[in-house]
């Protein structure tokens, strides 16, 4: 089942990132750990019910990062789905909540709220026909009915697209669907959450600057070991990117790779998934950490600042 796993982003305030995401948005705390580089840092997931692939969004949350510029070889947005119904709720509420909104936009015939988080990443609510009769996690405070149901889409910016789009058909599991302005649309087959990707052409544009807002990277889905190890094949043989060694993340086993273009892609394996330490009723609820820190972890826990006042 081809699509985005997960989109990594950098975030400077813990805390902040928490609300927003889980209060604002609705979405569900799924993992709460650390950077299994760097463990004095947190990694946050958010995602649907179980954090099921195509819904993750998570966060290196970095305090001392500086803020980000957007440039090219980026991810520029990330696009949420919810019912077509369900956009005048979002600008309402957002609104309600100081979040700042930019004017609707139409995208190849959907509409589409473009907003940022409070690190400045840009993200995007749209309304998509059929997405309500698709689950969604309940927070408690947005009516089901109108909760974000998982991704739509990214859009990514490039100097060129060419190769970029190779290796999304060739490799990724997508298809070229439409062009609209300077988009291009390539499509997963088979899955409706995190089914999209946009490559928008800037020729000569200059590259930007990681920091507090950025998308880190981008990762698609495997169904397991043995798919990426067919997906890693046709990168070397047919578009000359070397991949690094497969990394075990707990929740997902994961290679990297830069692609033409300049992102950050990795391909990550659908499974374990998140509930591999803890139940899917406690998801996000306590610190988890990897094996190799448990040893640490009130070294780890002493360092890592509070997340609810
Ligand atoms: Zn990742």
């Not at 290196?60 to 119904?85: I, L, N, Y």
């Not at 927070?139 to 490039?158: K, M, S, W």
Request: charged share 25%.
């Amino acid at each position: 089942m081809p699509g985005i796993h997960h989109v990594t982003a950098i975030a400077g305030d813990p805390a902040k990132n928490f609300n927003f995401y889980t209060r604002d948005l609705g979405l569900r705390f799924v993992k709460k750990t650390v950077n299994f580089d760097d463990p004095s840092t947190y990694h946050f997931y958010f995602g649907d019910a179980t954090g099921s692939p195509g819904t993750i969004l998570t966060f290196f949350v970095w305090p001392k990062a500086v803020a980000g510029s957007r440039g090219g070889g980026e991810v520029h947005q990330t696009a949420f789905r919810v019912p077509v119904s369900s956009l005048d709720y979002w600008t309402k509420r957002l609104a309600e909540r100081g979040v700042a909104c930019q004017a609707m936009e139409t995208r190849f015939s959907e509409r589409i709220l473009p907003f940022s988080d409070p690190d400045g990443m840009r993200l995007m609510l749209v309304g998509v026909v059929g997405a309500e009769s698709e689950p969604a996690w309940n927070n408690d405070d947005i009516p089901q009915e109108h909760a974000i149901r998982g991704f739509h889409g990214a859009t990514l910016v490039l100097d060129s697209t060419e190769k970029t789009g190779a290796i999304l058909t060739d490799v990724l599991g997508f298809r070229e669907v439409g062009r609209e302005g300077t988009l291009i649309r390539f499509a997963a087959s088979g899955e409706s959450k995190g089914c999209l990707i946009d490559l928008q052409e800037k020729k000569g544009i200059a590259r930007g600057h990681q920091g507090l807002g950025s998308v880190h990277h981008i990762a698609f889905r495997a169904v397991n070991d043995a798919e990426q190890a067919v997906m890693v094949g046709k990168l070397i043989s047919g578009h000359q990117r070397h991949p690094t060694e497969q990394k075990d993340r707990n929740y997902f086993r994961s290679i990297y790779f830069r692609e033409p273009g300049g992102v950050l892609f990795e391909i990550a394996t659908d499974i374990p998934g998140f509930a591999v330490d803890e139940s899917v009723e406690t998801l996000g609820r306590n610190l988890k950490l990897p094996s190799f820190l448990e040893a640490r972890r009130s070294e780890i826990e002493r360092v890592l600042p509070a997340l609810e006042a």
